[in-house]
């Protein structure tokens, strides 16, 4: 599992230790509140940017995938308000999902213990049957003028592994675009490598209006997490010159996470370990069909460097 699905790069890599010491002669650590910012968090976002399968994505940056799911709640509930849709506030979920443990995504999440026992939850939120597209389309027919976003995982990691039907996602798509409602792919696992493509997104030929990250952004070597908001979210939060979004954490942009992420994704992009994913992926589903057809295990799923037996 690489530790828990994000170190790509391996450990102990010198020159990711070079990094965060040069950034650190430079610039240990300072807010990015406005105005002020600093030129590796300013790169990082343009890097993510050029990267997501999104138009004119802006990038905002945080330090774990938990706070990367709950800026996506909040910023798609406000940017619904700012398009002039206040009542458009429910987030929709699937069953299985994992959204972190932050109170928006432990509310949002399809796994039910990991929702018991922290008292009321954040509000608003339905959780439908895993997989099945005809479940959603039911819940956007009864509230769909309150539906903010849809919030996804294109491949369920935590939940036990579970790769989408063929289309699940597209129609998925589909719904959200026929409602005005938003498309967030949590890629917190999925994302940078781990399914044989930079995003699951990619992988499954999904444009989302949202991605969350973490994880393999960094190969583990500094926690730092994100989302990245194409071009719909955008203009609904552009389209107020006096909007200011009043969201964000003491260490988002830290200098010295974004420089250890760049360094991670150059040497993803040297070493072709995005593709390398691919053959991992066919060595470990070889192995464990092999399992499967000893009856030692029943069946197996997975994709890319993502696989579970059962």
């Given at each position: 599992?690489?530790?828990?699905w ?31 910012t ?18 004119r ?34 987030i ?10 932050a109170y928006g ?13 922290f ?6 939120t ?79 030929g ?27 979210v ?9 909007f ?15 420089v250890v992420?760049l ?5 993803q ?6 593709d ?11 192995g464990?069909?092999?399992?499967a ?18």
């Open positions: 599992m690489a530790s828990l994000y170190q790509n790069i391996g450990h102990g890599r010198l020159e990711m230790t070079e990094a965060i010491v040069a950034q650190l002669d430079k610039l240990a650590g300072y807010h990015t509140f406005a105005p002020f600093n030129e590796p968090s300013e790169q990082l976002a343009e890097t993510i940017s050029e990267m997501v399968p999104m138009d994505a802006l990038v905002f940056l945080c330090t774990s995938g938990s706070e990367a799911v709950d800026s996506a709640m909040k910023i798609t509930r406000v940017a619904q308000r700012e398009a002039g849709h206040p009542e458009r506030q429910t929709i979920s699937r069953e299985r999902g994992y959204h972190g443990v995504g432990t509310s949002a999440q399809g796994i039910p213990v990991n929702r018991e026992g008292g009321p939850l954040v509000g608003r339905i959780n439908v049957p895993s997989d099945n597209v005809e479940a959603v389309s039911h819940v956007f027919d009864e509230f769909g003028g309150e539906i903010a976003a849809v919030l996804t995982e294109p491949v369920q990691g935590a939940g036990g592994v579970f790769p989408p039907p063929v289309e699940y996602l597209d129609g998925i798509r589909r719904l959200c675009d026929q409602h005005g409602a938003y498309l967030i792919m949590d890629e917190v696992i999925c994302g940078f490598g781990r399914t044989g493509f930079w995003f699951g997104s990619d992988r499954y999904i444009r989302p209006d949202m991605i969350t990250f973490a994880k393999a952004v960094s190969s583990g070597y500094i926690p730092l997490g994100g989302v990245a908001i194409g071009s719909s955008r203009e609904a939060l552009e389209a107020n010159e006096g200011i979004l009043k969201h964000g954490h003491t260490y988002s942009g830290h200098p010295v996470a974004a992420v360094k991670a994704i150059e040497i992009r040297a070493e072709d370990l995005v390398r994913a691919n053959v991992i992926g066919d060595r470990l589903s070889a464990l069909q092999s399992l057809d000893d009856g030692t295990i029943d069946h197996i799923r997975g994709v890319g460097a993502v696989w579970g037996p059962r």
